[in-house]
């Protein structure tokens, strides 16, 4: 077997900067609590939807369980879910396999 | 400045204050909803959730501030732009925990269709439901008449 020499540290260091790359998804998740006119709320207070978005997000994620309401970059992505956790929703994270 | 004043059973609601207390002191040092990003180091992340929690408390501060001597000799609380940001959110964050701590037996199909017989559930149950829903006529009430200034502010 040959003998390769190996640094670890910049391998994985690699590899978290290329997943933080690309493009990422901003989901909520359905939760039994917040009320639907709440989220309609937030998601027209944090992404300045319009009345008629913001409801057809909020009824995708009351009824499939989770929405896409944003997609971006990492950065842009975080500072959303930020807010939408200060808002009390169940929000997440998910690299967008599509891009 | 628009202003909304909501006068209030004593009776009714002044008990319910004492869950709405216990439930606030519980979320000084956790979010009412979990943070769920798990791919950040460990500084980014308590960065994040210290930012999170101060933005809870102070919405609880804000939504205690209603219940003050005023209240409790007239009963009635005010909303305005000033506030109701903070206690629509601070409802949010109370009525998580309500579900965590005391409505997981009700079952979450009955908790979002509200279809429940009060006088079916023991006190503990029922004082923790009728604060639930007591909040979220609060959330209602604001979202009805002061959405506008919550989405411009």
Excluded at chain 2, 15 to 42: C, F, H, M, T, Y
Aim: negative net charge; hydrophobic residues 45%.
């Amino acid at each position: 077997m040959p003998h390769i020499k190996t640094s670890p540290s910049p391998a994985p260091r690699t590899e978290t900067k290329l997943q933080l790359e690309g493009v990422w998804r901003v989901v909520v998740l359905n939760d039994p609590v917040n009320l639907m006119s709440y989220v309609v709320l937030v998601f027209k207070k944090v992404f300045g939807f319009e009345e008629n978005k913001a409801r057809k997000h909020m009824l995708e994620v009351h009824e499939l369980g989770r929405s896409i309401v944003w997609t971006g970059l990492r950065e842009k992505a975080e500072a959303y879910v930020f807010t939408l956790q200060q808002w009390h929703l169940t929000a997440v994270l998910e690299p967008d396999e599509a891009h | 400045m628009k202003r909304i004043e909501v006068k209030l059973s004593l009776p009714v609601v002044a008990p319910l204050l004492d869950v709405v207390k216990e439930l606030a002191d519980g979320l000084r040092k956790n979010l009412a909803a979990p943070n769920q990003v798990v791919d950040i180091d460990a500084d980014f992340r308590d960065a994040w959730v210290g930012e999170l929690l101060s933005s809870q408390n102070d919405d609880l501060h804000t939504l205690l501030a209603l219940f003050d001597e005023d209240f409790f000799s007239e009963g009635v609380v005010a909303f305005d732009e000033k506030n109701a940001e903070a206690i629509v959110r601070a409802c949010a964050a109370i009525r998580l925990r309500l579900r965590e701590r005391f409505l997981k037996p009700l079952g979450d199909e009955t908790l979002e269709s509200g279809d429940i017989d009060l006088e079916k559930l023991d006190e503990p149950l029922r004082k923790a439901f009728m604060c639930y829903l007591f909040l979220a006529t609060v959330q209602e009430l604001i979202i009805q008449h002061l959405d506008e200034s919550i989405l411009g502010s």
